[in-house]
């Protein structure tokens, strides 16, 4: 079946935009997690939603970054007014949510983001 | 601070040869251990997970899990070109969030 599918793969902004990324998770994933991955890292996480409550979002770095999952399906990862810092890949993954072990997790392909 | 310790490397081995990948964790609460390769320019892609002691084998791949000394390992038998990637560890508690390492770059040689 269809994997996790994240748009845009790139997107290039300039510093003090907002920017918005996608992600579609596993039909019948119910968690949702994002991370980013710096060049040479493993990936960090972020956030993470169990249908569509945000269960912790211990790891966005400041209150720029803001993530939703509206319907428990689709989820959003939103950067306002970007800074450079924020450039790198932004990966989304899904997974089942229980069964052992429920976080077994499924990435997507990444958005690669570059702010100028 | 929870913290995934891995080797970065580069671990190069032989055509044929087992490659061994290790791991270390900081966190006795973890309870899931995953190994992720991950291709260059390529997203991680899940080879394999293990959550009791002991050995669990898939193919040409064995983890190792040995919760007293918390650490993980991934042996690759019969190491072919096409396994050379960097191979992450990570390891997740009853939060269902995971905890990653830096991987280790492994390359196989012809």
């Known amino acids: 079946g269809a994997g996790v599918s994240q748009s845009p793969r790139y997107k290039v902004t300039k510093r003090g935009q907002d920017v918005a990324l996608r992600c579609d998770p596993i039909?019948?994933?119910?968690?949702l997690y994002w991370y980013r991955q710096a060049l040479g890292q493993g990936p960090e996480f972020l956030t993470y939603?169990?249908?569509?409550?945000?269960?912790?979002k211990s790891g966005l770095p400041n209150d720029r970054f803001s993530a939703e999952r509206p319907e428990g399906s689709i989820s959003t990862l939103t950067i306002q007014r970007t800074e450079q810092r924020d450039s790198a890949m932004y990966r989304c993954?899904?997974?089942?949510?229980?069964?052992?072990?429920?976080?077994?997790?499924?990435f997507g392909p990444g958005t690669r983001l570059t702010v100028l | 601070q929870k913290e995934v310790e891995q080797n970065s490397g580069p671990l190069s081995v032989p055509e044929g040869a087992i490659a061994s990948l290790n791991c270390t964790y900081s966190?006795?609460?973890?309870?899931?251990f995953f190994w992720y390769r991950q291709y260059s320019g390529k997203s991680p892609e899940l080879i394999m997970f293990?959550?009791?002691?002991g050995d669990k084998e898939d193919g040409r791949f064995t983890a190792q899990l040995n919760k007293a000394s918390q650490y993980v390992s991934l042996l690759i038998r019969d190491s072919q070109p096409s396994d050379s990637a960097t191979y992450l560890c990570?390891?997740?508690?009853?939060?269902?969030?995971?905890?990653f390492g830096k991987g280790t770059l492994l390359t196989v040689n012809p």
């Open positions: 990570a390891c997740g508690g009853s939060n269902y969030k995971l905890t």
């Open positions: 993954a899904s997974s089942l949510g229980f069964g052992l072990p429920g976080n077994t997790q499924y």
């Open positions: 966190d006795r609460g973890s309870q899931s």
């Open positions: 939603f169990n249908y569509e409550a945000q269960q912790d």
């Open positions: 039909s019948g994933h119910v968690s």
């Open positions: 293990i959550y009791s002691n």
